[in-house]
Structures are given as structure tokens and as C-alpha cells.
């Protein structure tokens, strides 16, 4: 096949993606404003906070029916994965934005702290971890890396754990958590490179998981994955040719990395931060959901 017809059929295979994500939004859009709008009117006669905090209540079960009720989830994903979704009424009265990101599209911040048993995963984050600390000249590594096995182990006195879910089990459960761990080592060591770091775009946050969905991964990892630079991972989008296939043409080595790579399964594993109006404030929460179920919810309040 000469580049001509290379280039031809992923123009057509992506504009055929794009397509899909069209029809998909609107399915997931209109499903999503019917169920809410259903349930608008029930809660305008109480108090401001209140009235926030129970309809905060009222969309997190109603999105997460939607969800379950959703066949086909790796169509849903992909859509809320790749654009927020707005969601309003004509008369202003009802509006609110629906963002999602999957909670496995990264090296497990976790797996710092895997034993043996695991140690092909402990070595994968560790050389990661290792390879950002000297990238971006972190003054003291060791220190780093022991107040994160400390909260990785729940040993951590970083945060109250009566004032914070953060602790309700061991592990880093969000990047909020892995935040204040280094905060508290900037504090402590007084090193402002720990600031300069894209720990995101490498780590995920997500104690359970054994897997990588290198689909929903950065660039970035995508390159550090399959040693090859960023300009040319960015040209990689999910859902338009193989993973496989991409890191073969440009010289990678797939089958070294296969072992920690979802691969062709789909991970239902994700965590959603919806913004809403109400009585002209903006409130937000959050919430992940994972195979079937819906956790974690966290109110934020106005902001």
C-alpha cells in the first residue's frame, strides 16, 4: 500500500470516527437533559444550600442511572471522555456541565508501593517515577517518594482522617490526595520544581487497578511507553486504527509493554465533575463510577 492510500484510508477512517462521536453525543445529550429535566421541578421549594446540595443528590443518581441503563458503555465513555457535555434549557432556569475522565488512563501512582507479588507493576512506576524526579531535577527524591509510600500504606498524617474521605482506605484515590502530598513536601523540603512536574499526564489514581487504558492515555505516556517523541504519539488518536498498529509503524515495541495494557478491553472505570446553575450560583461535585457502580460522590458547594 504506497502513503497515498495510507493517508487516504486514516482520513477516512477518522472522519468516519468523528462521526460516531457526533452521533453519540447527541444520544447521551438527549438522554441525559430527559431524565434531568424530569426531575427539576422537585426541588425548588427548599433553602439555597440545601436545595443545592439535594439537587446535587438528585442529578449524581440520575446521571449514574443513565449510565447504567446506557448498552453500549464504550460509546458513552468515549463521547464524555472526549468532549464536556452541556446540558440547558432555553429559559436558563435549568443548566449543567457534565465532564468526564477514565480513572485508569495511567501509570498507577500505586504501584510505588506494590510488593513482590507484583513487581513487574512496582518496576514500571518506579523507573517512571525516577525518570520525571531527574527530568525536573527534584532536589530530594528519597523524601518524595517516602511520603508517598507512607500514603499509599494509609500511614500518612498529612490530613485528618476524620475531616477527609481521603483516608477511608489505603492508597491514593484521587490526584486532590496526591496534591497534598506534595504540598506537604514543599513545605517540608522547600523545593518549587515539585510544581513544574505533569505528575497527571503520566499517573493515574486508582488503587485496584492492574491495567493501563492506553486509549484515554496523554501523549506523553504514550511516548514514554513506546520511546517515541510527543509530536509524533499526538498524531495517535484513539478509536481511528489499532494502538498496536500506530507504535509498529513508528518503530515502537508493543508486545514489551502488552502485560500492563488494557488492551482491546474496555475499562469501566471513571470519575465525572458536573457543574451546575442554581438560582444564578454555580455549584460543583464529583463522583466516580466503576463497573456498574457509583462512589466516592463529593458535594463542593459554590465556587
Known amino acids: 500500500m504506497d502513503k497515498t492510500q495510507s493517508t487516504g484510508n486514516v482520513v477516512k477512517s477518522r472522519q468516519g470516527f468523528a462521526l460516531l462521536i457526533t452521533l453519540s453525543v447527541l444520544s447521551v445529550i438527549i438522554a441525559l437533559t430527559m431524565v434531568l429535566l424530569s426531575y427539576f421541578e422537585e426541588v425548588q421549594q427548599d433553602s439555597s444550600e440545601t436545595k443545592a446540595l439535594i439537587q446535587a443528590d438528585v442529578y449524581y443518581t440520575n446521571i449514574t442511572n443513565v ?3 446506557f448498552k453500549n458503555k ?3 465513555f468515549s463521547v464524555l471522555y472526549s468532549t464536556a457535555l452541556p446540558l440547558s434549557t432555553e429559559d436558563g432556569r435549568f443548566s449543567l456541565v457534565l465532564q468526564c475522565d477514565p480513572l485508569q488512563k495511567g501509570v498507577n501512582v500505586n504501584w510505588l508501593g506494590w510488593g513482590r507479588e507484583k513487581e513487574a507493576l512496582q518496576s514500571v512506576s518506579q523507573e517512571l517515577f525516577e525518570l ?3 527530568e525536573y531535577d527534584i532536589e530530594d527524591v528519597g523524601r518524595l517518594q517516602e511520603m508517598l509510600l507512607e500514603e499509599i500504606g494509609g500511614k500518612s498524617t498529612f ?3 476524620e475531616q477527609s474521605r481521603l483516608h477511608q ?9 496526591f496534591e497534598e502530598v506534595l504540598g506537604r513536601y514543599q513545605f517540608e523540603v522547600d523545593d518549587p520544581k515539585i510544581g513544574t512536574v505533569p505528575w497527571d499526564k503520566y499517573f493515574s489514581f486508582s488503587p485496584g487497578a492492574e491495567k493501563i487504558d492506553a486509549e484515554y492515555a496523554s501523549p506523553e ?3 514514554y511507553l513506546f520511546s517515541m517523541d510527543v509530536e509524533t504519539a499526538k498524531e495517535w ?3 481511528a486504527g489499532s494502538l498496536e498498529d500506530f507504535v509498529a509503524l513508528n518503530g515502537g515495541e508493543y508486545t514489551e509493554r502488552k502485560s500492563i495494557l488494557a488492551g482491546k478491553t474496555f475499562l469501566e472505570s471513571t470519575e465525572c465533575l458536573v457543574s ?3 438560582d444564578e450560583q454555580q455549584y460543583r461535585f464529583r463522583f466516580e463510577y466503576i463497573e456498574g457502580e457509583s462512589k466516592h460522590f463529593e458535594f463542593y458547594g459554590k465556587y
Open 132 to 134: 520525571l524526579a531527574q
Open 169 to 177: 482506605k489505603n492508597g491514593i484515590i484521587s490526584y486532590q490526595q
Open 237 to 239: 488518536i484513539a478509536g
Open 159 to 161: 490530613v485528618q482522617k
Open 67 to 69: 449510565f447504567q441503563n
Open 74 to 76: 464504550k460509546t458513552l
Open 221 to 223: 505516556l504514550i511516548a
Open 276 to 278: 451546575y446553575t442554581l
